[in-house]
């Protein structure tokens, strides 16, 4: 329990260093394009904007209070994620749209 609580102080530490250094507390985090154009020329609701968005509003209403450090971690491995399932090989060709 001891060294839990080790760790914790440690990442609260380095947590308080990103927020400093990124000034998430002034500028906040940028979840991405609102639109996207289409062929068409015309604009419409970025899909991934708007689904990272719903996953991070699902998180903090199950886990609580989530800071900007909290959103901004979940933005990158949410983004990371859907770029492996795009340039995944092994998907059907269904899920290639």
């Known amino acids: 329990m001891l060294y839990a609580i080790g760790l914790e102080t440690r990442t609260l530490f380095h947590r308080i260093a990103l927020q400093y250094k990124l000034r998430l507390d002034c500028d906040g985090v940028d979840l991405g394009p609102f639109l996207e154009s289409t062929e068409a020329e015309t604009y419409r609701v970025n899909t ?6 719903e996953d991070i509003k ?6 609580g209070r989530l800071t900007a450090v909290d959103v901004l ?3 990158e491995a ?3 994620g859907a770029r492996w399932a795009f340039d995944n090989p092994h998907r059907l060709p269904s899920d290639r749209t």
Request: proline letters at 0%; aromatic letters at 12%.
């Open 48 to 53: 991934q904007t708007l689904a990272c968005n």
């Open 73 to 75: 971690l979940f933005q």
């Open 78 to 80: 949410w983004h990371s």
């Open 58 to 63: 699902r998180s903090s209403e199950r886990l």
